[in-house]
């Protein structure tokens, strides 16, 4: 951990000695390094991948004021991206589509309409549903064994089978977009990613082809059918969003908040009826352990100041909502504080102004519903490691569990497969 010098302006991101957030030691503990970060003030400058340097915002204030402010502050990247080698590791989420992420004004309306307006078509009822579904047959697999890695066989699995089933492809499909997202994420090799990658954009051309065939309720058909008429392009990226933030953000809130429940004695006596809910654990990890770290990507429309921090034009600046959420101090698994958040006000886990995360509602509904379903069938679970010695993924942008080991009283395949009541 570098500390700042008084002997450069700290905003500097070419001159001062960037932090980085990536490799084992920020994935460790990436709260030590937002501590550390905060003596730079509300914007540090760090390094997100091997020589691509950003500015981060750790201070809540700072973050509102700059996620508010779309005159001054640009979602558009391709000014940075000229900067920035080609084969950066940060490209793939940083960069530039059609899509609602990564546009402004108009266009960035148009495509968040989309979106909002074809999830607005899900009634809660169905979703939760479906969800209800999907949580019964993952758990199905593995209730008999009496241990199961609720990350990969539960947490990380349940939104690919969910969002295959949403968008309208055949069930048997889920097992190709399983494969491709596991591709995109463990590939040791370019060549390996480029394989996963064509897998994931063939499924979801695949996908656009059979909405606009079929028309119906599923969300491709109404991306499809919606009167913004997207092109090809267009539908492919804001399918691609749809897909692999709604996988991201529901895996890890998923994942995050079993491991605070699974720790914390106040939650274990409630797994069958007690005072703290799977409701509270959500909104303890949105405070505590947002699923995305540190995102929001913004782009200087000219050379300006954020908080006391000059930022050039085009200059990358990245929101913490870890750090930000945090500043006034954080609770851990087991803490008296927690299941309510930090004590330090509304947390930014959705962000804010008109990029806030769209969906809100259905990822918590969809999260919810999976916990509730998970320890209704397997009430004596519990972790086979401490939560401290947890293991967590490496990357700038996540906070994501590489595993959750339980264990839990084995149930008969007879019993798994009873309906057991909602709720």
């Excluded at 750790?58 to 502050?73: F, V």
């Excluded at 899900?122 to 758990?139: D, F, N, S």
């Excluded at 090799?189 to 082809?209: H, M, N, P, R, W």
Aim: proline share 8%.
């Amino acid at each position: 951990m570098t500390s700042p010098s008084a002997a450069f302006p700290v905003a500097d991101a070419e001159t001062a000695a960037r932090t980085a957030l990536y490799g084992p030691e920020f994935a460790a503990d990436p709260y030590r390094v937002y501590e550390g970060l905060r003596a730079y003030g509300p914007v540090a400058p760090v390094e997100i991948a091997p020589g691509v340097g950003a500015l981060l915002v750790t201070d809540h204030r700072a973050a509102l004021d700059l996620l508010r402010d779309p005159e001054t502050w640009s979602k558009d990247p391709r000014r940075w991206q000229e900067t920035v080698p080609a084969d950066a590791p940060v490209l793939p989420a940083l960069g530039w589509r059609p899509d609602a992420l990564a546009n402004d004004g108009t266009a960035h309306r148009r495509y968040r309409r989309v979106v909002t307006d074809s999830f607005a078509l899900v009634p809660p009822h169905e979703l939760r549903e479906h969800t209800r579904q999907v949580a019964e047959q993952l758990i199905a697999r593995f209730a008999g064994n009496g241990r199961a890695d609720l990350v990969a066989e539960y947490a990380s699995r349940l939104p690919v089978l969910l969002l295959n089933r949403l968008l309208g492809a055949p069930e048997e499909q889920s097992d190709r977009l399983a494969a491709a997202f596991s591709g995109m994420l463990a590939a040791a090799t370019a060549e390996e990613s480029v394989a996963a990658k064509a897998l994931f954009f063939g499924y979801v051309d695949e996908l656009i082809a059979l909405g606009g065939l079929r028309g119906g309720p599923d969300l491709t058909s109404r991306f499809v059918d919606h009167p913004a008429r997207l092109t090809h392009e267009e539908l492919q990226a804001q399918i691609v969003l749809t897909v692999t933030m709604g996988h991201t953000a529901t895996a890890n809130l998923i994942g995050n908040a079993l491991a605070r429940m699974l720790s914390d004695d106040r939650y274990y006596g409630s797994l069958s009826g007690g005072g703290l809910t799977a409701r509270d654990a959500l909104h303890d990890v949105l405070h505590n352990d947002p699923p995305l770290a540190n995102l929001s990507p913004h782009f200087a429309r000219h050379d300006t100041d954020l908080h006391g921090t000059p930022v050039r034009a085009g200059q990358l600046v990245l929101v913490s909502y870890a750090a930000a959420n945090t500043q006034r101090g954080r609770t851990r698994p087991g803490e008296s504080g927690g299941a309510g958040g930090s004590g330090g006000g509304a947390h930014l886990a959705w962000a804010a102004g008109p990029h806030a995360c769209p969906v809100q509602n259905p990822a918590l509904l969809v999260a919810t519903t999976a916990i509730e379903r998970l320890t209704a069938w397997l009430s004596d679970i519990e972790l086979t490691v401490p939560h401290p010695e947890l293991a967590w993924r490496q990357g700038p942008f996540h906070r994501a569990l590489v595993e959750l080991p339980a264990r839990f009283s084995p149930i008969t395949p007879a019993e798994a497969g009873v309906p057991r009541p909602l709720g």
